[in-house]
Structure formats: structure tokens, C-alpha cells
């Protein structure tokens, strides 16, 4: 018998549950995983509190893994038994010992790139090749604003726009995450609980204001996002951590030409070209050390309510995972 952290109903972090499931053998097409590593996201935690209702109850959350082929099903010739796989899927299923996975959804991983750093990275460093590429391309010298700068995705982030050549201001909450965003490429860094960052953007770029900001705060820094753009700049939000944005009149957009984004990394990942030049872009920043991965702090499966409650508390300073 394999093991899964059951959600039967929305809560809080008691509502996820260690229960024993059947996982059957592979059908064409399929592979049967021995999971090894799980991410945890903020996109667990909001599957788990009721705000997106993407998983079906009851039904095992999680979207990021990695770990060891053990059987394949009918007509796969490219995955063996054994290989080193990850995976970022909306399917969920993740928090597992255990899986059946679609072979298209799998990616293997080069031998210089651990189970644990592969399921703390991947959908946060294919977020930030998709923000930086196929959403907003990034030019050398453009003029970038990044909200939570400190946080995870924002710290990656900021290490990819400084290694696209662009100029990157960043907003922290504390400073020890606006020291984080320093370190990781931010020419400026607001404390945007002490400090009007729309005030200090234009400030410091001469009025003009930024290119693209990217702002996954959500609700609380929206409107002052769009009043950071410079003329023709595109506003991309990705996240909602302080809640939903309200509706937007069009018109205010006509200030400025601006233009306004909600990207999912999943919409990213359907076409495999495309989700195959995401990988080979991360790979290549991660091993050339363009991209780091921070500390990784690592909880057992059955522990996952205490893994998502550290993480929601904004504690803690790397990313988690999950040890089946």
C-alpha cells in the first residue's frame, strides 16, 4: 500500500490527512513514480483553504515532485526504470509516496541536479523563465520593478533580471527579506511599509517610471503598481498573497497604454516545445549558477498541515519540501 495526504474537505492545516491508497500499475502511456521529494507552494495552501477549487474532493493535493520510475506502462520508449524524473502537473497527486504520472508530463533530471533541489525549484524557477520570456521579454537595460523582491519566487526572479542585464528595483517588507533582494540583484530596494514605493519608483527613475512591473501581492499593490509604469509598460500580476485584485475599468489602462497580464504557469507548460525550452532555460541559469537555490527545509509527508502552516506564516526563509 502507498501513502497520500487525503484532503476531504476544505480547512486548515489539520485538514490534510496521511492515508493509505492503492495506486494501480501503469496504462499506456503512463509511469508508476516512486516519489523521493515534494514541493510545497502557496498554490497547496490556497487547494486546501477552499480559494481555488481546481482539486476534486477528496482528492491528494500537491503539483510538484520528484523522483525514481519504477514501472512503465505500454508505448514508452524514452523513460527507463529507474530515471530521475520531476514533475510540475495541475492534475495534483503529488503529496505521495506514490504515483501514476502521463510520460508527458515528466522531466528527467541531469545527474548535477539533487531529487530535493529539483522538487524546491522547479515550479518556482519555470515561473520565472515564463515571467521573463514568453510573458514579458526582458530586455538588457529595461527598467524592472519586483514586488516581495525577498520572497521566493521574487529572490529567483530578481537573479534572472540581473542576469538579463535589466535595471531592478524591488519592494521588502523587512530588512531582512529587502537585504535577500540586495543580494540577488535589486540596484534599490523600498520598504514598502515605511515608504510610498510609487513615490520612491518615480523617483528614482526620473519620473518616468518602469517598464514592466511584476507584482504578485495581489489586491494591496495593484493600483500602485500600474501608477509605477511608464508609458506603454505592462503590469504582470502573478500572484494574489494579500488577496483578489477588484475589477479593473479598461479605461484606467488608457493613462498610459498600459497593458495588464495574469499569467498561470500552467498554461505555459501544455505545449511540450514550449515547456521543453522552459526546462533546458532554468537547467542552464541553475547550473551555470545564474539561479540558486536557497537552504531547503524538508518535513515528513505526514506532516504536511506543519509544512504548509510554516510556509503560510512567511517563516520561512527557503522553500519546503515534503520526505515520503
Known sequence: MAQAIMLRQPGGPLALRLEEVTVPPPAAGELRLRHTAIGVNFHDIYVRTGLYKTLELPGVPGIEAAGVV?????????FREGDRVAYVTPLYGAYATHRVLPAGLAIKLPPWLDDRAAASILVRGLTVEMLTGPVHHVMPGERVLVHAAGGGVGRLLCQKLKDLGAVVFGTAGSPEKAAVARDAGCQAVIQYRNEDF?????????????????????????LGSLDCLASRGHLVNFGQASGAVPPLEMSR???????VSRPILFHYLTEQSERDRLVAALFGALQRKALTAEGVRSFPLAEAGVAQAELESRRAAGPIILLP
Open 253 to 259: 489602462l488608457a493613462a498610459g497604454s498600459y497593458t
Open 70 to 78: 519504477e514501472a512503465i506502462g505500454a508505448s514508452i520508449t524514452n
Open 198 to 222: 510609487v513615490a520612491c519608483v518615480r523617483d528614482l527613475t526620473n519620473g518616468d517610471g518602469v517598464g514592466v512591473v511584476y507584482d504578485s501581492v495581489g489586491k494591496d499593490t495593484f
